[in-house]
């Protein structure tokens, strides 16, 4: 979280670093500020709220800076304010520095420059720490000062700093939290991720493990942990710079969900084989026999990406026959977790910087597993540290809540369930009927978004509603906590993803007219067992909003609003009805009036625990 850019070179420092901002506000937007130097001085703007007010502040406030530095701040400590906003400064001005991470250690170095240095702190911020640190060991040689500092520093950050004595250099240091640099004519960049500065560069550095690199516009020097310089190699981006505008749409969520089709359709382009029914991920450079030889699968992530995983271990269970166990990454990264030999991991992540997914991944390589991620982010940690990255495709996703990269993830893990099960049991005719349903996929997702007026309505109808359950059994349960996690974190209702055959276990209580049910039918196998428990809900006055296929019948007598998909698989069955619970969510957030797109409290990629 957090996003922080600068810029060294002869261009308008502040149009350049701005900009950067703001295609990093994805990753947090309660506060921004920017700090430079004009003049041999320190010059600074803070603003609580969006990049877009921080603009308005520097623009009319006319400031002009040679170099630059700047951040959008997701809060971690202290809450967001002018004074917590960064840059943070040491006590006479002479540096500024802006950061993202978290520094674990910061209320013991707090203790020390207070009592022993006597320094007056003005934010509640940890990164403050960092500033006043640095100064306390610079005597002339702000190198020196910075390494010697951030090896007192617990914790991850990614750290940009200016320094008064040294106008023509940034400083930047990371340590568990992303950060590269982009290499232009004369000119350099410091970013939390390479889209910021994709338009004027795609030369890159990217730096890890308490690498400290000084950054001008001539020249990058980069120092490991102990001050030896060490050579790292420039990687050269292969991204194009995406279209970022909401185009006709009112929301980029709104887009995004629409786009669904198109990303589907990129994430299957080229990796299946019609021929022989299966799948051919080139990405995945393991020889055969090592996919051969997979006994058990470990899927790892977060949120969204989480429920496409679980949605995907009933898959790769029911169709490749291989165990798999799938973890909240926050969760497994502090158990100590048995790895047996034949353990495949599966790290899952839209954005590929997930602290807790990158950590419990890292892990996971230490123990000798070995590891695909499925990332959308080109050139992000996970995408790069791990063995092999299959990626999405699915085009940069600024909305907040994540929805068709949910659904391309879905797709790319239907391929490797395919890849897998056609090593093993699985023959060409059901390969390639499974090819058949996955193919259909964009139409099917196109006959849902066409059925938007009538989800409109009822999103209208029950948007008055402040607690609801989503029920499903099956593929359909995994569906629906992402159903209901859709639900709470764009309209702030509170809503509940349960098993339906769990509801007499106690949630049933909490039946009434005033709660109600979302249920996601399109499990076929459980579809009857499933109308049992509508049942049980309508007789307790519980009103039942159902999304079913076309060909589900019985439904009539229980449900008071019904939404139909076109009829698939049961495992593939969780697209289309997932374009269904975010078009819901979509429109009951905006009924309400809701900042669909960012959300109160979140950002898009979470890089602290
Ligand atoms: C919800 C959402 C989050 C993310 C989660 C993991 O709509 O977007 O729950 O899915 O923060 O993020 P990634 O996939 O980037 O690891």
């Given at each position: 979280?957090?996003?922080?850019?600068g810029?060294v070179g002869?261009?308008?420092?502040v149009?350049?670093?701005l900009?950067?901002?703001?295609?990093?506000?994805?990753r947090g937007y309660d506060?921004?500020g920017?700090a430079?130097?004009h003049?041999?001085?320190i010059?600074?703007?803070?603003e609580?709220?969006?990049?877009d007010t921080l603009e308005?502040e520097?623009?009319?406030?006319?400031?002009?800076l040679d170099?630059?530095?700047a951040?959008?701040?997701?809060a971690?400590?202290g809450k967001?304010?002018q004074?917590?906003?960064?840059?943070h400064f040491?006590?006479n001005?002479?540096l500024?520095?802006v950061?993202?991470g978290i520094?674990e250690?910061?209320?013991?170095?707090k203790?020390?420059?207070?009592?022993?240095?006597?320094v007056?702190?003005?934010s509640?911020?940890?990164?403050?720490v960092?500033?006043h640190?640095?100064s306390?060991?610079?005597e002339g040689?702000?190198?020196n000062?910075?390494?010697?500092?951030?090896?007192?520093l617990e914790?991850?950050y990614a750290?940009?700093?200016?320094?008064?004595?040294?106008?023509?250099?940034i400083i930047a240091?990371?340590?568990?939290?992303?950060?590269?640099v982009?290499?232009?004519?004369?000119e350099a960049f410091?970013?939390?991720d390479?889209?910021?500065?994709a338009a004027?560069t795609?030369?890159?550095v990217?730096?890890?493990?308490?690498e400290?690199?000084?950054v001008s516009?001539?020249?990058l020097?980069?120092?490991?942990?102990?001050?030896?310089q060490?050579?790292?190699?420039?990687e050269q981006l292969?991204?194009?710079?995406?279209?970022?505008s909401?185009?006709?749409?009112?929301?980029?969520?709104?887009?995004?969900?629409?786009e669904q089709?198109?990303?589907i359709?990129?994430?299957?382009l080229s990796?299946?084989?019609?021929d022989?029914?299966?799948?051919?991920?080139?990405?995945l450079n393991?020889e055969?026999h090592?996919?051969?030889g997979i006994e058990r699968?470990?899927?790892i992530a977060?949120?969204?990406s989480?429920?496409?995983?679980?949605?995907?271990?009933?898959?790769?269970e029911?169709?490749a026959r291989i165990?798999v166990?799938v973890?909240?990454?926050s969760e497994?990264?502090?158990?100590?977790?048995?790895?047996?030999p034949?353990t495949c991991?599966?790290?899952i992540s839209q954005?590929?910087e997930?602290?807790?997914?990158l950590?419990a991944?890292?892990?996971?390589k230490?123990k000798?597993?070995?590891?695909?991620a499925?990332c959308?982010s080109?050139g992000?940690?996970m995408?790069?540290e791990?063995d092999?990255?299959?990626?999405q495709?699915?085009?940069?996703e600024?909305?907040?809540a994540?929805?068709?990269?949910?659904t391309?993830?879905?797709v790319?893990?239907a391929l490797l369930?395919l890849l897998?099960?056609r090593?093993?049991h699985m023959?060409k005719?059901?390969?390639q009927?499974f090819?058949?349903?996955?193919?259909k996929l964009?139409?099917?997702?196109?006959?849902?978004l066409?059925?938007a007026?009538h989800?409109?309505?009822i999103?209208?109808q029950?948007?008055?509603?402040e607690n609801?359950?989503?029920?499903?059994?099956?593929y359909m349960f995994?569906?629906s906590l992402?159903?209901?996690l859709k639900?709470?974190?764009?309209?702030y209702?509170?809503?509940n993803g349960?098993?339906?055959g769990?509801?007499k276990?106690?949630?049933i209580?909490?039946i009434?007219?005033?709660?109600?049910t979302v249920a996601?039918?399109?499990?076929?196998?459980?579809?009857?067992k499933?109308?049992?428990?509508l049942?049980?809900?309508?007789a307790r006055n519980?009103k039942?909003i159902?999304?079913a296929e076309?060909?589900q019948k019985?439904?009539?007598?229980?449900?008071?609003?019904?939404i139909?998909?076109p009829?698939?698989?049961?495992?593939?069955?969780?697209?289309?009805?997932?374009?269904?619970?975010q078009?819901l969510?979509?429109y009951?957030?905006?009924a309400r009036?809701?900042?669909i797109?960012?959300?109160r409290n979140?950002?898009?990629?979470v890089?602290?625990e």
């Amino acid at each position: 979280m957090c996003g922080i850019f600068g810029y060294v070179g002869a261009k308008n420092s502040v149009d350049i670093v701005l900009n950067g901002l703001h295609r990093l506000e994805y990753r947090g937007y309660d506060s921004a500020g920017i700090a430079g130097l004009h003049q041999g001085k320190i010059v600074d703007c803070k603003e609580v709220g969006k990049v877009d007010t921080l603009e308005k502040e520097v623009k009319e406030a006319g400031i002009v800076l040679d170099v630059a530095i700047a951040q959008t701040r997701w809060a971690t400590h202290g809450k967001p304010s002018q004074v917590n906003a960064h840059p943070h400064f040491d006590e006479n001005r002479s540096l500024a520095l802006v950061h993202n991470g978290i520094i674990e250690n910061h209320e013991v170095l707090k203790r020390y420059l207070q009592e022993e240095k006597g320094v007056t702190f003005l934010s509640e911020t940890d990164t403050e720490v960092i500033a006043h640190l640095i100064s306390s060991y610079y005597e002339g040689d702000i190198l020196n000062a910075v390494q010697q500092a951030v090896a007192r520093l617990e914790g991850s950050y990614a750290i940009a700093l200016i320094h008064r004595d040294f106008p023509d250099q940034i400083i930047a240091v990371a340590h568990e939290s992303p950060l590269v640099v982009g290499i232009g004519r004369k000119e350099a960049f410091v970013a939390s991720d390479t889209h910021a500065f994709a338009a004027h560069t795609r030369e890159v550095v990217f730096l890890s493990n308490s690498e400290i690199a000084v950054v001008s516009p001539e020249k990058l020097e980069i120092f490991d942990s102990s001050m030896e310089q060490i050579e790292k190699q420039t990687e050269q981006l292969s991204i194009v710079v995406e279209d970022v505008s909401k185009g006709k749409f009112e929301h980029f969520t709104l887009k995004e969900i629409y786009e669904q089709p198109q990303a589907i359709r990129n994430a299957m382009l080229s990796r299946y084989l019609e021929d022989y029914g299966t799948a051919v991920l080139e990405e995945l450079n393991f020889e055969t026999h090592e996919l051969q030889g997979i006994e058990r699968i470990l899927i790892i992530a977060c949120g969204t990406s989480w429920h496409a995983g679980y949605i995907a271990a009933y898959m790769i269970e029911e169709k490749a026959r291989i165990p798999v166990q799938v973890e909240i990454s926050s969760e497994f990264r502090y158990k100590n977790p048995i790895v047996q030999p034949g353990t495949c991991v599966i790290a899952i992540s839209q954005s590929g910087e997930t602290a807790d997914t990158l950590a419990a991944m890292r892990e996971l390589k230490a123990k000798g597993a070995k590891v695909i991620a499925i990332c959308n982010s080109h050139g992000s940690s996970m995408a790069r540290e791990a063995d092999a990255c299959i990626a999405q495709r699915a085009g940069p996703e600024i909305g907040v809540a994540s929805t068709k990269a949910f659904t391309s993830q879905l797709v790319i893990l239907a391929l490797l369930t395919l890849l897998l099960a056609r090593m093993r049991h699985m023959d060409k005719h059901e390969g390639q009927a499974f090819l058949e349903n996955l193919q259909k996929l964009p139409d099917q997702v196109k006959k849902v978004l066409e059925q938007a007026p009538h989800i409109e309505a009822i999103a209208r109808q029950y948007a008055h509603h402040e607690n609801f359950f989503f029920l499903g059994r099956g593929y359909m349960f995994p569906t629906s906590l992402e159903g209901a996690l859709k639900l709470k974190e764009i309209s702030y209702i509170n809503a509940n993803g349960y098993p339906a055959g769990e509801m007499k276990h106690g949630p049933i209580a909490l039946i009434n007219e005033e709660c109600p049910t979302v249920a996601l039918c399109g499990n076929k196998a459980t579809y009857d067992k499933l109308l049992s428990n509508l049942n049980e809900i309508k007789a307790r006055n519980g009103k039942i909003i159902a999304i079913a296929e076309e060909s589900q019948k019985g439904l009539e007598k229980v449900a008071d609003a019904i939404i139909r998909v076109p009829d698939s698989l049961d495992e593939l069955a969780s697209i289309p009805t997932t374009v269904v619970t975010q078009l819901l969510a979509y429109y009951i957030a905006h009924a309400r009036g809701a900042n669909i797109d960012q959300p109160r409290n979140l950002a898009k990629s979470v890089t602290v625990e």
